[in-house]
């Protein structure tokens, strides 16, 4: 199972006012461990960051002069998550940024590439209604530290998401190997060869004191008793 963490840092809020992707990040989990592959690239947006995005991340535009534009990064970031599912925190933000950078080279859109997008904000959201559920406060949840996050940055925020990822769901994989064992275990029971009934016969005296019952009954029901007569040989 091949997942890809991913996060991008942007201009601003929202990709139909021409907001640009100035970051993207994404690392690589298989069978829930880190390879320590990881895609990380700045890029040019040829446009102004504005001022409260800039307080988020950090990124100015000086920084992002010499850096490549997406198109040149494009064709590497989509053979990266190539048939991977995708783990994005707040996932309809970045899938948006990204669709519309996509668009714009007139390549196909992000589902073409990647085999869906897991949302952990709508999952912890589920899990823990009327709590916050950012980042950061998933991080003081689950024991995840995140001391080096003084400022947004898609690298590191991919790093501590994949630990906030893996404790989102570690009930489910508990749940399901709990599941498992106990069908491995009624498996092996039916297989056991069980004992062989052991039959007790009744003695004389135990067969005496049967037949004195049933007379005592028949004569407090005056003669009505189903254990008498035919109705005991059943």
């Known amino acids: 199972m091949r997942q890809i963490i991913l996060d991008t840092e942007?201009?601003?809020?929202?990709?139909?006012?021409?907001?640009?992707?100035?970051?993207v990040a994404a690392v690589e989990m298989v069978n829930r461990r880190l390879t320590g592959t990881h895609l990380h690239r700045y890029v040019n947006p040829d446009r102004d960051i504005d001022a409260g995005a800039m307080?988020?991340?950090?990124?100015?535009?000086?920084?992002l002069q010499d850096k490549p534009r997406f198109a040149d990064v494009a064709q590497e970031f989509?053979?990266?998550?190539?048939?991977?599912?995708?783990?994005?925190?707040?996932?309809?933000?970045?899938?948006g940024f990204l669709?519309?950078?996509?668009?714009?080279?007139?390549?196909?859109?992000?589902?073409t590439w990647c085999d869906g997008v897991t949302d952990t904000l709508a999952m912890a959201k589920s899990l823990h209604p009327g709590q916050r559920?950012?980042?950061?406060?998933?991080?003081?949840r689950y024991?995840?530290?995140?001391?080096?996050?003084?400022?947004?940055?898609a690298l590191l925020d991919c790093e501590l998401?994949?630990?906030?990822?893996?404790?989102?769901?570690?009930?489910?994989?508990?749940?399901?190997?709990?599941?498992?064992t106990r069908s491995a275990e009624a498996s092996q029971a039916a297989a056991r060869t069980r004992p062989r009934?052991?039959?007790?016969?009744?003695?004389?005296?135990?067969?005496?004191?049967?037949?004195?019952?049933?007379?005592?009954?028949?004569?407090?029901?005056?003669?009505?008793?189903?254990?008498g007569g035919e109705q005991e040989a059943i």
């Open 197 to 227: 009934p052991v039959l007790l016969q009744a003695s004389a005296g135990d067969l005496a004191a049967h037949a004195s019952l049933l007379e005592a009954i028949a004569k407090e029901s005056k003669g009505v008793c189903l254990w």
């Open 78 to 95: 989509v053979d990266f998550i190539q048939g991977a599912e995708l783990i994005i925190h707040n996932a309809p933000f970045d899938v």
């Open 133 to 140: 559920n950012n980042l950061d406060a998933l991080c003081k």
């Open 161 to 180: 998401l994949a630990a906030v990822y893996l404790a989102l769901t570690r009930g489910q994989e508990s749940l399901s190997i709990g599941l498992e």
């Open 143 to 153: 024991g995840v530290d995140n001391a080096a996050r003084t400022l947004h940055g």
């Open 55 to 63: 307080q988020v991340h950090g990124i100015t535009p000086e920084f």
């Open 10 to 23: 942007t201009t601003g809020l929202d990709p139909n006012q021409g907001h640009r992707i100035i970051e």
């Open 99 to 111: 669709n519309m950078e996509l668009r714009l080279l007139d390549m196909a859109p992000l589902p």
